[in-house]
């Protein structure tokens, strides 16, 4: 693995990561004032670059991959199916990317296209037999890999590490809308 952390620690006990730290500071300028802005984004990116290396590394185990695998578990949840371009929004990518995801998991027996029962120009994709034992069988050793990424966060932490990250995902979808109809600042 090519990322190493070597992360230490503030006077208060909360990890920071030196080198991030040292570019941050170069970045931001005299004054500082962003610094912790920064170096909370980039840690956020390094968790998720954390926690897709894990998702990565136990379902490509398996032949499939991360973005596959939550189509999957998304039409794991659905007994009538989804259209593709509702797997789309609530995987936040293209239609055409969902659909070659589709392609790949019907492929593989995993998942098949059905009829819309309420509309007939078009389709639903839903989850096979053979795609829910796949589920069933990769569901125990996710839940030991998730066990050991969030070691030694209490029940509170997590809740507060969710909260966190949402609010972030939050602000970013206000600010894109913002953009969208503004038109970047200069």
């Known amino acids: 693995m090519k ?3 070597n992360f230490q620690s503030d006077p208060d006990g909360t990890l ?12 931001v300028g005299e004054d500082g ?7 909370a984004s980039a840690a956020v990116r390094t968790a998720h670059h954390a926690v897709e290396r894990m998702r990565a590394h136990g379902s490509e185990g398996r032949g499939v991959s991360a973005g596959a695998l939550d189509l999957l578990l998304r ?8 259209s593709i371009g509702e797997l789309a929004r609530a995987a936040g990518v ?10 790949t998991l019907e492929n593989d027996g995993l ?14 994709a839903e989850i096979t037999p053979a795609g829910r ?17 969030f070691q030694g966060f209490s029940p509170e932490e997590l809740v507060a590490f969710r909260d966190l990250c949402l609010r972030l995902a939050g602000n970013q979808r206000r600010l894109a809308e913002h953009l969208a109809q503004n038109g970047p600042r200069r």
Do not use: C
Request: aromatic residues 8%; charged residues 30%.
């Open 33 to 39: 004032g962003d610094l912790l802005a920064f170096e």
């Open 75 to 82: 039409l794991s949840g659905s007994a009538e199916g989804i």
């Open 16 to 27: 920071y990561d030196p080198r991030v730290r040292a570019a941050m500071t170069r970045f």
């Open 94 to 103: 293209s239609s055409r990317n969902v659909t070659g995801l589709v392609d």
């Open 3 to 5: 990322d190493v952390h």
């Open 111 to 124: 998942a098949r296209r059905a009829p819309d029962p309420d509309d007939r120009r078009s389709v639903l």
């Open 133 to 149: 034992a796949w589920i069933e069988a990769f569901r125990k050793p996710s839940q030991l890999a998730m066990r050991a990424l």
